[in-house]
């Protein structure tokens, strides 16, 4: 079935699969989706052509991308992509949260990445079409949601290496996701790697960039191999300063109670500006704890971790929202945070946040878009 749907002022093209899933078969795999590996029936397609700019926006079938072996993407890889859920409130909308924030984000890791940039009403048209006929796909359990995944790579064929690609396509596909947490929220013991740089000064760590993530993989067996869930990437001049936890963005908790403060690794062009990390810069002051963005030592972190003086750690980001830092190994170190456990701070920002993307909570700062 073909049709049209004009969102946002734009007309995109309509291909309704003819395999979607029954309500049955679809209802089974909602049971236990886990995280990236259950897909919905469609996915948004647009190309673009140097000289042309974007054209042929179109819902399709979910299926397999076809490729020359020489496409430029696969060799060079100019690939960026983004990570956002769509939500279903207590009165049925299809809501994102800060979707406009990850439009933004997306066009400032093209400009990086020498990719034509998506114009914002055309990023939030694809959501749009594709929570129109995929909405059904969000879980109804609690804590759960539908992961939006955003991504544009280079399609131009050939092996030259003198310019980047002239031409691009655009996707969007879409993943149920049930609690990140299966288990409860468990506090991650995280490994300091001084073996390893994520990004170093000039470099892609700002950008939402495939690369940077395949180059973590090392650090991350590394982070395993030493007991620990997760690796914390350090500046790459001196092997000191604290920058991300993984793929999300840190917060320290300094003192307890009324007397509680919040300090996060300010941007310095190698850390990712992650919309979770943004907000919480907004919310933390907003319920009573001061918040900035500074600089923390993996020597500052240890004293004050040991003194009692640094009372919770917690990283952040879209898929586990908050994540809670219990305990610290590295070259020659190994001290817990606190008891070990999530802390007050911690579970309020996290309960807080859930609570505005979930609808439960008055959005008085006109994060949430209704979608669908």
């Known amino acids: 079935m073909n049709s049209s749907t004009t969102t946002s002022g ?16 679809r209802e089974q795999l909602l049971e236990n989706p886990g995280f990236g590996t259950v ?7 647009i190309d673009y052509m140097e000289g042309k700019g974007w054209y042929d926006p179109r819902l399709e079938p979910y299926g397999p991308l076809t490729l020359d072996p020489a496409t430029a993407s696969l060799h060079y890889a100019q690939e ?35 990719m034509p940039e998506l114009p914002e009403e055309l990023f939030l048209g694809a959501i749009e ?29 050939g092996l030259g290496v003198n310019h980047p690609s002239r031409s691009y396509r655009f996707v969007l596909i879409a993943s149920p996701s049930g609690p990140y947490f299966s288990g409860g929220i468990k506090p991650v013991s995280v490994w300091l790697s001084e073996d390893y740089t994520r990004a170093a000064p000039g470099g892609t760590g700002e950008a939402k960039f495939a690369g940077n993530y395949a180059s ?33 963005n840190l917060f320290f908790v300094f003192g307890s109670g009324d007397e509680a403060r919040l300090l996060t690794p300010a941007l310095t062009g190698t850390l ?11 919310l933390g002051p907003e319920l009573g704890f001061p918040t900035e963005e500074g600089s923390i ?21 879209t898929a586990a929202v908050i994540t809670p830092v219990g305990h610290v190994k590295g070259p020659g170190t190994e001290f817990t945070i606190g008891d070990g456990q999530a802390g007050p701070v911690t579970m ?25």
Request: charged share 25%; proline share 5%.
């Open 348 to 372: 309020g920002l996290r309960e807080e946040l859930v609570a505005l993307q979930y609808g439960t909570r008055p959005d008085t700062h006109g994060w949430v878009r209704t979608l669908a």
């Open 39 to 45: 897909f919905t029936d469609h996915m948004v397609s």
């Open 129 to 157: 079409t594709l929570l129109s006929h995929d909405s059904e796909w969000i879980p109804s359990q609690p804590n759960s949601s539908l992961y939006l995944r955003p991504f544009m790579f280079a399609t131009d064929v």
């Open 10 to 25: 734009l007309t995109f093209d309509v291909q309704l699969s003819a395999q979607r899933k029954t309500p049955q078969e």
């Open 80 to 114: 960026i992509f983004e990570g956002l859920k769509s939500y279903r409130h207590p009165g049925g909308e299809v809501a994102c949260f800060r979707p406009e924030a990850n439009a933004a984000r997306f066009n400032r890791s093209a400009r990086r990445m020498a």
């Open 297 to 317: 030592s993996t020597d500052e972190w240890r004293r004050a971790a040991q003194s009692g003086e640094l009372t919770e750690v917690f990283a952040c980001g």
């Open 272 to 282: 990712l500006p992650g919309i979770t990390r943004d907000s919480l810069l907004t």
């Open 216 to 248: 973590s993989f090392v650090a991350q067996s590394q982070a395993v191999q030493q007991g620990c869930d997760q690796v914390v990437w350090l500046d790459a001049k001196e092997h000191r300063w604290v920058e991300e936890m993984g793929g999300m």
